[in-house]
């Protein structure tokens, strides 16, 4: 029979997470991924759960000067709705919002969706196109991370063995920017994205593009960015981007494969499109 810990305190769930057996245990925030893992996917012989659902520090959401900071126990029912997310960072929102359906984000973790490190996660694109900062919690105290370095490969990330994920910082966009955000799935609710995106965009006040960020989902071994397409287009005019050349940016920064889900044709296709309608839409 399994141990299962449910520590209070996120000092104590570092100090029972360095005693742990390497590779007999199991950290589990909101379950959602893990429980399906173990029970369809990919059962593994567990013999400690770290359950990190009763942690007070993990479940806080602080709005700052910078930005706002998130707890990795914070559930996407809970962002969703939070009215700071949906007045500032309204990807967010719209992300949490069309990860699985209610029953799923009353117990999914903004945390679990990054840790679990899928490509099709539908809030990394977000967290990559806002500039995000990973606070990680391990024995020798905390550091921070730029969320785009947390990706090394597929399901793999930048966490070292004794360290937690413990906040999500993201920062307020200049103002005056426009966000997009769009999943595209088999179905409008409950579907894997196929292709997800989120950009926003800073024009000045005509059509000149001052910045541009563009985060992916479904279209490499990890959420990525497209640094080829930021870098077309910064310093550039609107009426001279050329749709032709987003293709090619986009078809040199994503590495898309054939799934069950849909072709890596398909999905090239679709990117592309996305970012061409993000820019203009975002105008
Ligand atoms: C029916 C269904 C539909 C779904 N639909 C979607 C969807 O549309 N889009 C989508 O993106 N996902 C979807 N998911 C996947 C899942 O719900 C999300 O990824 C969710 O955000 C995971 O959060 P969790 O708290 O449940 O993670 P858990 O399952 O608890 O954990 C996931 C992984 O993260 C690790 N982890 C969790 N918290 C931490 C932490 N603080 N520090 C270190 N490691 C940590 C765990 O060890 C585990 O490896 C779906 C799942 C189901 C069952």
Redesign the pocket.
């Known amino acids: 029979m399994a141990e299962w810990l449910r520590p209070r305190h996120m000092n104590e769930a570092l100090r029972l997470l360095a005693e742990l057996p390497a590779d007999h245990h199991?950290?589990?925030?909101?379950?959602?991924?893990?429980?399906?893992?173990q029970q369809l996917r990919a059962p593994r012989d567990i013999a400690v759960w770290?359950d990190?659902?009763a942690i007070p520090e993990?479940k806080m959401v602080e709005v700052t000067a910078e930005g706002i900071r998130i707890g990795?126990?914070v559930?996407?029912s809970v962002l969703r709705r939070h009215p700071e997310v949906q007045k500032h960072w309204p990807m967010l929102a719209a992300?949490a919002a069309?990860?699985?359906?209610a029953?799923?984000?009353n117990?999914?973790?903004?945390?679990?969706?990054?840790?679990?490190?899928?490509p099709?996660?539908?809030?990394?694109p977000v967290l990559l196109a806002y500039g995000a900062r990973l606070e990680?919690a391990g024995p020798n105290g905390t550091r921070f991370l730029p969320y785009d370095q947390f990706h090394l490969g597929y399901r793999q990330?930048a966490?070292a063995a004794h360290?937690?994920?413990?906040a999500i910082h993201v920062p307020y966009l200049p103002g005056g920017s426009r966000a997009y955000y769009r999943?595209v799935?088999t179905r409008a609710a409950?579907?894997?994205?196929k292709v997800g995106i989120a950009a926003w965009i800073h024009f000045d006040a005509g059509q000149g593009i001052i910045a541009a960020r563009f985060g992916l989902?479904s279209v490499a071994a990890t959420p990525c960015l497209l640094p080829r397409v930021s870098h077309y287009l910064e310093g550039n005019n609107l009426k001279h981007v050329c749709e032709f050349t987003i293709r090619e940016k986009v078809s040199s920064d994503i590495k898309p494969v054939d799934d069950i889900r849909s072709t890596a044709e398909y999905r090239l296709e679709v990117a592309s499109r996305l970012v061409w309608e993000a820019i203009h839409d975002a105008h």
């Not at 199991?26 to 893992?37: C, K, Y």
């Not at 069309?98 to 359906?101: D, R, W």
């Not at 117990?107 to 899928?118: E, K």
């Not at 409950?190 to 994205?193: F, K, L, P, S």
Request: net charge negative; proline share 2%.
């Open positions: 199991q950290i589990i925030s909101g379950g959602t991924d893990v429980m399906v893992a770290l990190l659902s993990l990795a126990g559930t996407l992300s069309v990860t699985g359906a029953p799923i984000q117990r999914a973790t903004l945390g679990g969706n990054l840790c679990n490190a899928s099709a996660a539908d809030n990394a990680i990330t966490l360290e937690l994920l413990q999943k799935g409950q579907a894997i994205a989902a």
